[in-house]
């Protein structure tokens, strides 16, 4: 039986209408303690309407979002359940670093203590009493972290934290996740960059038009379609019946007369040719790249796995 009380995300059947538009269609994930969860799809797939439905800041037009089995407005002291960063962040461009955070910790009753461990968090430790209207856009995103932080969340919910990083803030950024995921904590974050996501997340959720493409493991994903051999013989049919009585059935016939032969590698194809007496002209052994599965999953119109 799960504990439902150390972070879990559960989201069931959410879906949202914004009138003629269905920006979220019916999904369902979880989001584990313990792990990076990658939330992933192209802009304008429905992630941050889901998001903000986890966040209690859209109402679903069905289904729903619970976190420790409660809905975000059912959340005795969310902030202390939840912290969250999401794309529009309002800073007051004339104040601190520091008395931000100090009004943000007062909101959600917490003490001013926390704004220093924030701060030093997030590595601005050194700039707090700079005003933030002087801080580049990768110091804003590292000060939105720090107000998610305040609370001592067990759940991060990040909206495309990437965005304005420096390649050193990304790699800073990466390193916190999985620190923060391995204290037991949840972490669900949001982005259209699978390259970005794919260093950093134990688990994918990839939705396309509003609806669930894939949810699984990384490893899962690249698995899920084995890299192919690509033949040119002399006799495809006799090399295919060859290769199918040695078990190997995935066999696609390529529209310019190759094979595609999937679950295999080139060096049982070629031995299985030899004995088979059919002349092979040549052979790839073609890689199925992370990004190209993304990019087939996001693009196949109704495709739900």
Same mark, same amino acid.
């Given at each position: ?28 994930? @979880? ?32 289904? %729903? ?10 959340? *005795?002291? *969310? ?29 959600? !009753? ?17 700039? !707090?009493?700079? *005003? ?33 990083? @420096? ?52 490893? %899962? ?44 590698? *080139? ?21 199925? %790249? ?9 693009? %196949?119109?109704?495709?739900? !796995?």
């Amino acid at each position: 039986m799960h504990d439902d009380r150390n972070g879990r995300v559960t989201v069931r059947e959410l879906s949202k209408r914004f009138g003629a538009v269905q920006a979220v269609d019916g999904l369902t994930f @979880d989001v584990e303690p313990g792990a990076v969860t990658g939330f992933l799809g192209p802009n304008g797939s429905g992630k941050t309407t889901t998001l903000r439905m986890i966040l209690g800041l859209v109402t679903p037009t069905a289904g %729903e979002a619970r976190i420790n089995g409660l809905r975000f407005a059912e959340l *005795p002291q *969310p902030g202390r359940v939840v912290g969250a960063v999401l794309e529009a962040q309002g800073f007051h461009p004339a104040r601190t670093a520091r008395a931000h955070l100090l009004v943000c910790a007062a909101a959600i !009753g917490v003490p001013a203590r926390a704004v220093e461990h924030a701060l030093g968090t997030v590595g601005l430790g050194d700039a !707090g009493e700079r *005003p933030v209207g002087e801080y580049s856009l990768g110091m804003r995103q590292r000060l939105a972290l720090a107000v998610a932080l305040l609370g001592d969340p067990q759940v991060l919910v990040l909206d495309e934290p990437g965005n304005g990083l @420096d390649p050193e803030g990304i790699a800073w950024l990466r390193a916190f996740l999985r620190a923060f995921a391995a204290q037991g904590r949840s972490v669900l974050i949001s982005s259209h960059l699978l390259a970005e996501v794919e260093q950093t997340a134990d688990h994918l959720v990839v939705i396309s038009r509003g609806r669930c493409a894939y949810q699984g493991s990384l490893a %899962e994903l690249r698995g899920s379609r084995s890299a192919r051999v690509l033949v040119r013989c002399a006799d495809p049919v006799r090399l295919a019946d060859a290769l199918a009585a040695t078990g190997v059935l995935e066999i696609d016939t390529l529209s310019d007369g190759w094979l595609g032969v999937a679950g295999t590698d *080139p060096v049982h194809v070629g031995d299985v040719a030899l004995g088979a007496g059919v002349a092979i002209y040549g052979m790839v052994h073609e890689r199925v %790249e992370l990004e190209q599965l993304f990019f087939q999953l996001t693009s %196949e119109p109704w495709r739900v !796995g």
